[in-house]
């Protein structure tokens, strides 16, 4: 059964930096298209950033230049690098792994950024 654990958000100031985490359980990472999405309250779920399983990366306007998405094949696992954060980030935070017609999901971590 594959899972995967979201962690590393929270609160944080204006200008400042979190790094999110996902690890996967019960597959490898390096068989599936992996991203990151958010959806603010409100709001519909949007992609954030996104890495192939060859490596390519694609990144959202509104984050490209200030997010960076990696994975870390032995630790199984897919960061999401968020600096210069901006209020407008806010959201709950989801991990997605892809593969042809298979999406899942992680259970999604909180970023919040207030002064």
């Known amino acids: ?15 400042g930096s979190l790094r999110l985490s996902c690890v996967a359980s019960g597959t490898l990472i390096y068989i599936w298209d992996m991203g990151w999405f958010r959806q603010a309250p409100g709001k519909q779920r949007e992609l954030v950033a996104s890495i192939t399983r060859t490596n390519s990366t694609k990144y959202s306007d ?10 870390d094949i032995p630790k199984n696992t897919v960061y999401l690098q968020m600096s210069s954060l901006e209020f ?5 935070y989801y991990c997605n792994a892809s593969f042809l017609s298979t999406n899942r999901w992680g259970q999604g971590t909180q970023v919040t950024v207030s002064s």
């Open 88 to 92: 407008e980030d806010t959201a709950d």
């Open 62 to 71: 509104s984050v490209r230049g200030r997010f960076t998405i990696s994975k």
């Open 1 to 15: 059964q594959v899972q995967l654990v979201e962690s590393g958000g929270g609160l944080v100031r204006p200008g």
